[in-house]
């Protein structure tokens, strides 16, 4: 018998379908050993829910306590009585299999309701957009009603960490210029798991962010070097590969592709894949496939010739919604000598101590003013931007967009990825500053790793994580560093992809 689509299913499904491939179907020793951040993740999930429910006011039909059969049963029967809320429900229709946290009474019928520890939209403020990976999983549940004849209408609701209740409109297009609706995502994704489980659809592993906490990252990742993956060109992903795929399987194959062929005018033989993005591509591959290959720039890159540098990275939990770390280096002359480190640390999870760090680390980069600031990514100035939302007696929304005016705050990342070429899968800071020989001090050095230690602080108290959070942050720093001066010394090819 096969096994049902689930929630749990689609909501992976969404990120990478091997993964599904990989759950129902490859041996089990091949599972990397549980991530302690994914479990930090879980942890913090289920205590959210915990408190959520613990804290309702109105009535509520707890089936927590029971499990399968049995919790199925009990959803249907309360669901025939009428019961105005229910949680820890268990629904089922056909092969689907849900296990929605609320269901609730609306008219004659129920919608679902999922409880997230995390927001319940993403992107920004004026332009918010439900997750696709919550969406998904609430689709499943709205369709076991429907097929049961207990729905009461095409929609559902996420009770997320802040307190909101964020409607999930399944018939409504995303605007006037896409007429597609969250339905259609949902049963996209619904009919690619059936597929899967039925095995009329074979997925592949394809390199990406996501890749670095899934239990199965050593598995894929020796399978993406065994064929030589096209995903393994950086930026070219799995949608991109796919449409290649047919014709160009290998990075190797792309590396000795003759574009005459593929390119007529300014389009290719491959769809949503322009003549300059193809080149790119061709020119990355060389790179992966040559022995001994160098990076290199388009053009001379030049920086700001100021006596002062500042690297700056951020640390950020976004289960509590806190920035707790602002690091800085800080170098004289760009003589590395005179390098010190600084931080700002906020003592506890609270808004105050979050106000305080910020407050302190905004007071010392205007004590350093003039000066060149350092970072990767625009992470470090959406966060400041939503500090300074949340704290607007620290600065204004004027000071952050100047102090990272792009005459003297620069973001690597943008360089990197506009003007450089690399011999690596992807330009990561940790993947760029290592294969410049950068070494970070501890031993598993991430953002979500700086996370789960940032929690077992604030449970224990030892001043030894907290030493090893900062240790972590200013590696951060440092590599930033690193990569600067390298940068500005790579060799010009010109006439290369840019």
């Not at 479990?39 to 089936?63: K, N, S, T």
């Not at 625009?378 to 300074?388: D, G, M, N, V, W």
């Not at 990197?416 to 031993?443: C, N, Q």
Request: glycine share 6%; aromatic share 10%; proline share 6%.
């Amino acid at each position: 018998m096969s096994p049902p689509v689930t929630a749990a299913m689609l909501y992976d499904l969404v990120a990478c379908p091997h993964r599904v491939t990989m759950d129902l179907y490859a041996n089990p020793a091949e599972r990397d050993k549980p991530n302690a951040f994914v479990e930090l993740l879980w942890e913090r999930g289920a205590l959210y829910e915990r408190e959520v429910i613990a804290g309702l006011r109105e009535p509520f039909v707890d089936l927590g306590p029971f499990a399968g059969d049995e919790k199925e049963r009990r959803t249907l029967e309360a669901m025939q009585r009428g019961e105005p809320l229910i949680y820890g429900a268990r629904i089922q229709a056909d092969d689907l299999l849900g296990d929605p946290d609320l269901l609730r009474k609306e008219g004659a019928g129920y919608i679902a309701g999922n409880i997230k520890s995390g927001s319940g939209e993403e992107g920004p403020e004026d332009n918010s957009k439900p997750k696709i990976h919550y969406a998904v999983q609430l689709g499943l549940y709205t369709d076991i009603l429907e097929r049961k004849g207990l729905s009461a209408d095409r929609r559902a609701f996420v009770w997320d960490v802040h307190g909101r209740e964020v409607p999930y409109e399944f018939r409504t297009p995303y605007g006037k210029r896409s007429p597609r609706t969250l339905w259609e995502d949902y049963e996209d994704a619904l009919h690619e798991a059936q597929a899967i489980i039925n095995r009329s659809e074979t997925t592949l592993p394809a390199f990406g962010a996501v890749c670095k906490l899934c239990h199965w990252y050593t598995a894929c990742v020796k399978r993406l070097k065994e064929t030589d993956d096209l995903t393994m060109v950086p930026e070219l992903g799995r949608s991109k590969r796919d449409v290649m795929y047919d014709r160009i399987p290998t990075v190797t194959e792309l590396a000795n592709a003759d574009l005459d062929i593929l390119v007529t005018g300014n389009k290719t033989v491959f769809s949503g894949i322009g003549p300059d993005t193809l080149q790119k591509f061709r020119e990355r591959a060389k790179l992966l496939s040559t022995k001994g290959a160098k990076p290199y720039s388009h053009a001379p890159i030049l920086f700001p010739n100021d006596d002062r540098e500042l690297f700056f990275d951020v640390e950020v939990d976004p289960m509590r919604d806190i920035c707790y770390l602002h690091g800085f280096v800080e170098r004289l002359r760009r003589d590395n000598t005179t390098e010190k480190f600084a931080s700002s640390f906020a003592e506890e999870p609270t808004l105050e101590a979050e106000k305080k760090a910020f407050a302190e680390a905004w007071a010392y980069i205007h004590q350093r003013r003039p000066c060149t600031i350092y970072y990767y990514s625009k992470y470090e100035r959406t966060i400041y931007r939503a500090l300074q939302k949340k704290y607007p007696d620290v600065c204004s929304a004027d000071n952050v967009e100047e102090l990272f005016d792009p005459a003297h705050a620069i973001d690597l990342y943008d360089v990197v990825r506009k003007a450089t070429e690399w011999p690596t899968w992807d330009f990561s800071i940790k993947t760029l500053a290592k294969y410049l020989g950068f070494s970070w001090r501890d031993t598993h050095p991430s953002g979500a790793a700086s996370i789960e230690w940032f929690h077992r602080w604030i449970e224990s108290g030892d001043s030894l994580i907290r030493q090893r959070i900062l240790d972590y942050n200013e590696d951060d720093c440092r590599a930033t560093r690193v990569l600067r001066d390298a940068l500005e010394t790579l060799p010009v090819i010109s006439g290369a992809a840019a």
